[in-house]
Structure formats: structure tokens, C-alpha cells
């Protein structure tokens, strides 16, 4: 099993920035992918940005230019630097781990972090 607990959510004004991150612990594996996801109140989770092991990054068309996505693969730790924030942005942010053995992959969730941008 892996245990992802996220951290850095809060209220912000539009405008603002804020870092939230991801730490990994229990049965770690170095082949995986790690992402962040968002769900809005009466929407769909939805990506919001996803990086390799190797340090590859995809993100949204919505927050392209203004979210960063990172990891410390030493730390287990993910990091998303959402900066220039709208209030669209605003959702409960979970973090994801997809580990990958033996041909199969298994996905691990963290519990959430809520993000309000208010304008």
C-alpha cells in the first residue's frame, strides 16, 4: 500500500499563488507516474497535471503558463506551484500515484486538499 498526504490548500484571493504538496510513504516502487486532479463542486475530477519518474510534465490547456508541476523523487514528494489563480480554479485537489509492476498498474489517492480562489 501507499499513503499520499497532501498539503499547501487554503483560500486566496485571484491573483495569488499557492504550493501544495504530495508525500509518498509505504510500498514504493521507482516506476510510476504521479498527477494532480481537481474536482469543482458539481463537476467531474478533471487533470490538472501529471509528471513522470523522469521528470516529464503534461498539464491542462486551463492552467498552462501559470501552474508548475514538480517532484523530488529522494523526497517521495510531489509539488504543484499554482500562481496567477482564478477563481475557476477553485476545487478540491487530490493528489495521485500510479505505480507500475509486473505489467499491471494500481493507482493510489490522497485524501484532498480544498483550494478557494475567491475573487
Known amino acids: 500500500q501507499v499513503q499520499l498526504v497532501e498539503s499547501g490548500g487554503g483560500l486566496v484571493q485571484a491573483g495569488g499563488s499557492l504550493r501544495l504538496s504530495c508525500a509518498a510513504s509505504g510500498s514504493i516502487f521507482s516506476i510510476n507516474t504521479m498527477g494532480w486532479y481537481r474536482q469543482a463542486p458539481g463537476k467531474q475530477r478533471e487533470l490538472v497535471a501529471g509528471i513522470t519518474n523522469g521528470g516529464s510534465t503534461n498539464y491542462a490547456d486551463s492552467v498552462k503558463g501559470r501552474f508548475t508541476i514538480s517532484r523530488d523523487n529522494a523526497k517521495n514528494t510531489m509539488y504543484l506551484e499554482m500562481n496567477s489563480l482564478k477563481p475557476e480554479d477553485t476545487g478540491v485537489y487530490y493528489c495521485?500515484?500510479?505505480?507500475?509492476?509486473?505489467?499491471?498498474?494500481?493507482?493510489?489517492w490522497g485524501q484532498g486538499t480544498q483550494v478557494t480562489v475567491s475573487s
Open positions: 495521485n500515484r500510479r505505480q507500475y509492476r509486473g505489467g499491471i498498474y494500481t493507482d493510489y
